[in-house]
């Protein structure tokens, strides 16, 4: 079941800060973050494993929330070349090993100057 | 390293056609995926694979067959195309000894079934 990213679209000013949520109804083993720009392959944000862990990189951070199965990105002060779509992925394990990834339908960030 | 590479860039078939979309990786990555990606929903897991020889089913596997003979190679195979599945197809893969790792894409294949 495809986890619920909100909201589905942002429009933002530079410079200005902006939170995607990420919530499931399944317990998850991780949580990654990946950006899309349009007509490109999704890149690698960051990964959120189970345990509460915050995770940062630049001005974008991530927070796991494990016993709400939510997770959060945040972006700090926003530049032009945040824009584009970003998809969380949750992985739940229902194995011993990985089982892949299911992703949500994105949040669209319109960063304009 | 070339990544991850996917071909065609581009296909047109034609409803009941079969084909295969090539994946290929050069970092010795052992878990590979496939997944599709259509307007307003997201990517979809198909089928993915965890080592040579080992293959197991997304979301949505049904019209679409994979097999894992090489760590480097990932076929996707289409028997019998259908328009339901016009749509731009990703290949992934990544590091993993258990758990998922950092995910690498591929350009991606657009492909559109009239």
């Known amino acids: 079941q495809q ?34 720009k ?63 990834l299911t992703f949500g339908k994105g949040t669209h960030l319109i960063i304009q100057p | 390293n070339a990544g991850v590479t996917q071909t065609p860039k581009f296909q047109v078939l034609k409803t009941g056609q079969s084909m295969t979309l090539q994946c290929a990786q050069d970092m010795n990555h052992e878990y590979m995926s496939w997944y599709r990606q259509d307007p307003g929903m997201g990517l979809r897991l198909i089928h993915y694979s965890v080592g040579a020889g080992i293959t197991d089913q997304g979301e949505v596997p049904n019209g679409y067959n994979v097999s894992r003979s090489t760590t480097e190679d990932f076929p996707l195979r289409l028997l019998s195309a259908a328009p339901s599945q016009t749509s731009v197809y990703f290949c992934a893969s990544s590091y993993s000894t258990g758990g998922l790792s950092e995910q690498y894409f591929g350009p991606g294949t657009r492909l559109t079934v009239t």
């Open chain 1, 3 to 36: 986890p619920v990213q909100s909201p589905q679209a942002v429009i933002l000013r530079e410079g200005e800060d902006a939170v995607i949520n990420c919530s499931s109804s399944k317990a998850l083993y991780s949580v990654h973050w990946y950006r899309q």
């Open chain 1, 38 to 100: 349009h007509g490109e392959a999704p890149i690698f944000l960051m990964i959120l494993l189970k345990g509460g862990e915050q995770k940062g990189h630049d001005k974008i951070s991530a927070s796991f929330n494990e016993k709400k199965q939510q997770s959060s990105l945040y972006l700090t002060a926003s530049q032009l070349s945040y824009s584009g779509t970003y998809f969380c992925g949750t992985e739940i394990r229902s194995g011993g090993g990985a089982d892949g």
